[in-house]
């Protein structure tokens, strides 16, 4: 057992580097690419560069950078004053330099050179159809159908306070930012909201409605750091202030969204243009190869956590089976965590342990207690009385009783609930990416921020074998160990 564990701490633990810069990116294409603009610059310059993607929105971001998880990531200044300093006013940059210095020990770069807005875009035939050019407009077409994406639904520069502010009537459904496009492609909805450098904007002919009242703070691209980065490294980012144009930008997603290129390779070529770079690239890991570590590291965190789970909750399990009333208490508690939606869960986490495996084992270790200690109980509690009594009757104590009665004929109870916890394991720790913990949800969550259905297959499918795996591992299991009556 011992071995085993070993094994699987080796596969989630990286090689610790005190001097890599942990660079973050927020869940979408544009925080990927300026990102990876970011990591290849320090790299250049001889800094080791640790990378910690797609980590939700923004307030698993911010968490992150609080915590030290990561050291830098790219921001923008309108979402800084109201989302991460709670202002209803956009602050200027000097304001915003003070007030996070005093509140947090962190700073922002100069602008990158572009601003990214949030905006509400119809298609343009829509908009000459019905004379729709500004968001005021849409106050008598309550009836278009609409789709925002789920970030934007709450944030306080988001979807509620932009209707009120305008009095708008267009009920909206939330969607995945990189679906709704697509969304608006097949007149499923006519409005979204986007962000005004998106590719999809001018590749799909939609119409970017003018923000006439003024709701929209400035959104300026900026690269946001603790003050634990050394200065050197803060001394060299400002090579990169005003370098990014919105053309450039909007090229730069255009081009990973319909020519396929990888983050990497869009961020390299924006560089060497920029002589910003001038040694020779790296060569992407085989695809192969990449889904293999992967897979090692999902495995890695499922197994991990149930293992864990299977420590505590078969001990658990047997105690309350003699403690019916205790039982009833325990099983409605643990039911409790399996009605927490596992991406609150794994955000609930960040401030007590930080991003990465971690908070993911514990999330993941968490939702396998319930059917692992239900199962235990109800194992144990269906074993014949009959066969119980005799037991007694010839002299067995509490233990012998268990470990030659009621734990051989609970067994296949109990390997259901184990079986049980180990697939639904396989499946959550796929949400387990969001949080920097890695595995094949990577490829999912990249593959859903890019609209991208066969990197989404790239980790769904090696997910959905490693589940058949695990059942016909323990329908062997069963066959092997379980009673032979019942076989």
């Not at 925080?31 to 290849?40: D, F, H, K, R």
């Not at 278009?144 to 979807?159: H, M």
């Not at 990014?244 to 090229?251: E, K, L, P, S, Y």
């Not at 040694?279 to 499922?302: N, R």
Request: hydrophobic letters at 45%.
């Amino acid at each position: 057992m011992k071995y085993i564990l070993f094994f699987i701490l080796l596969l989630l633990t990286k090689p610790a580097d005190a001097q890599a810069v942990r660079v973050g990116a927020k869940h979408f294409n544009e925080g990927y690419i300026l990102s990876e603009i970011i990591a290849q610059f320090l790299e250049e310059r001889g800094h080791p560069v640790e990378r910690v993607y797609n980590l939700g929105g923004t307030l698993v971001c911010f968490e992150a950078l609080r915590t030290h998880a990561i050291d830098l990531y790219p921001e923008y200044t309108g979402t800084i004053s109201s989302e991460i300093l709670k202002s209803a006013k956009a602050f200027t940059a000097d304001e915003t330099r003070q007030a996070l210095a005093s509140d947090y020990n962190m700073s922002i770069t100069s602008p990158l050179g572009f601003v990214n807005s949030y905006g509400l875009v119809i298609r343009q035939e829509t908009s000459g159809e019905k004379k729709i050019t500004r968001i005021s407009d849409l106050k008598s077409h309550g009836e278009l159908p609409t789709g925002i994406s789920y970030e934007f639904l709450k944030r306080q520069d988001g979807w509620e306070n932009l209707s009120r502010h305008y009095g708008l009537t267009l009920r909206a459904t939330g969607l995945e930012h990189g679906l709704a496009y697509e969304a608006l492609r097949e007149r499923k909805i006519d409005v979204t909201d986007a962000y005004t450098t998106d590719g999809e904007i001018a590749r799909y002919h939609l119409t970017i409605l003018d923000d006439d009242l003024h709701f929209f703070p400035e959104y300026r691209a900026v690269i946001l750091y603790h003050d634990g980065i050394s200065k050197e490294i803060q001394s060299k980012l400002k090579a990169l202030e005003g370098q990014i144009t919105a053309t450039a930008m909007q090229q730069m997603n255009a081009d990973v969204l319909f020519d396929k290129k990888t983050f990497a390779a869009v961020a390299r070529a924006f560089l060497e243009e920029k002589k910003l770079v001038t040694s020779k690239a790296v060569d992407a890991q085989p695809i192969w190869q990449e889904i293999f570590a992967k897979t090692l590291t999902h495995m890695g965190m499922t197994f991990l956590a149930l293992l864990m789970a299977i420590v505590v909750a078969v001990p658990l399990g047997i105690m309350l089976s003699w403690r019916p009333v205790l039982s009833t208490i325990v099983v409605s508690v643990t039911g409790l965590l399996q009605t927490i939606p596992s991406i609150a869960l794994l955000a609930v986490m960040i401030p007590l342990l930080g991003i990465g495996v971690l908070p993911a084992v514990v999330a993941l270790f968490m939702y396998a207690l319930l059917p692992i200690v239900q199962n235990t109980i109800t194992g144990l509690q269906s074993v014949d009385p009959r066969l119980k009594d005799t037991a007694d009757g010839i002299g067995m104590n509490r233990y012998q009783k268990l470990r030659w009665v009621e734990l051989p004929l609970a067994l296949p109870s109990l390997l259901a609930g184990i079986r049980t916890a180990a697939v639904i394991n396989i499946g959550t720790a796929t949400l387990a990416a969001f949080i920097g913990a890695g595995g094949l949800g990577e490829f999912i969550v990249t593959g859903l921020a890019l609209n991208n259905t066969s990197l989404i297959l790239r980790g769904a499918i090696p997910a959905a074998l490693l589940a058949i795996l695990v059942e016909f591992l323990f329908s062997r299991i069963e066959k092997r160990w379980g009673p032979k009556h019942l076989r």
